[in-house]
């Protein structure tokens, strides 16, 4: 999984720019430019890393469940 997360990553920030140039039209001057679009591409890769570096940390310490299935306390 974090394998997948950092080969996902370098394939997402690597190809910022052409991303971006598939969806913004390089002709229109009234939004975003592509550079804005291409970092906006390059921050949201980072979430690549994150979230499968916080699922491998999850699976070696699990938690353990406070509540039952609907949010009930478990009785003791």
Known sequence: ???SGIVSFVA???SAPFLAELVIDSDDQTGNSIEDVEFVIRLVSFAFVSCS???YI???F???PIYGTFGF???D
């Open 1 to 3: 999984m974090l394998l």
């Open 12 to 14: 997402m920030y690597l």
């Open 53 to 55: 570096s916080y699922e």
């Open 58 to 60: 999850q699976g070696i």
């Open 62 to 64: 699990p938690r353990k």
């Open 73 to 75: 306390k478990y009785s």
